[in-house]
């Protein structure tokens, strides 16, 4: 990149009134290693690997799944009420500045849930923590982003009514 697109990307970011600390060298060097403090969906990838690493036949650690659930929870509830569609920075005049390809509210909840839904919906316990973590979580959000959150309780309860959740191991 060089450094006059990357000024052009700074003064808009600065405009929208996003404060940040640059340091701009001759050109840019980006990290394909994720960490949290610079991507929070690295954060719930982490917790969604830890739960179904617990889930697995081979390890059979319901318990370990509902603490990630837990945590994952805590997470969620960070980001329930917080506006983090800042894809598009705009000047005063409302002309797209920088246009940025980052996670939406439906980006998160997937990530952190989906799969842990899939492989814990045979779980006594994870289930009952889905539940939870669901139903508190639906009644956080703001209306707009109530759906994603009432599909996934529909599908977690469906199983439940269905018996397509028959309990395994400890769980």
Known sequence: MRAETAQVIVDALKEAGINFVVYMPDSFFFDVIGAVEQDPAFAFRVLADIALRALSPAVNDPTTASQALDTT????????????????VRNPEGVARVVLNLPAWEDYVALALDEVIIAGIRSLQVRARLVRLLVELHDLVPPDRQAGVQRRLDIVRAATVQGDAAPTGQG
């Open 73 to 88: 929870d805590s997470l969620l509830r960070l980001l329930a009420n917080r506006y983090i569609d800042v894809g598009c």
